[in-house]
């Protein structure tokens, strides 16, 4: 699923930013491949934090989501050379998708059904012990 769209990025930082990042052949357009190459980037980070608490794909994408897909896919259009106030609202950004995954933030949306557990303790089984105190008292 693509969080953040064409329109959505030209809404929030102007299309002769975009130009200014994607257009590496100069001809004074947005480059749709490199621009889908950092949508595709970002969607794939938002979806390592989401699928800890959500099934995915969303049935839809929450306002704050698209924020934060469009600030993540800013950042990675700038690549090395980001300015602070953009690797600001990155990491920002970040910290967000990480409260959602720990559920300290919800998306507004029911949140995956977790597997059922009885009595959270894990059981496992293995072969018996072959050393102990009294089969190493010898040594």
Known sequence: MTYATLPDLVARYGEDELVKLTDTNRSGVIDAGVLGQAIADADSEIDS????????????????LKRIACDITRYRLYDNRAPEEIRK?????????????????????????????SGGVMLIAGEARRCSRTTLEDF
């Not at 934090?49 to 704050?64: E, W």
């Open 49 to 64: 934090y989401l699928a800890v608490r959500y099934s995915l794909p969303l049935a839809s994408v929450p306002t704050a």
């Open 89 to 117: 609202r990155y990491e920002d950004a970040v910290k967000w998708l990480a409260a959602v995954a720990n559920g300290s933030v919800g998306l507004g949306m029911p949140p995956a059904q977790a597997p059922a557990q």
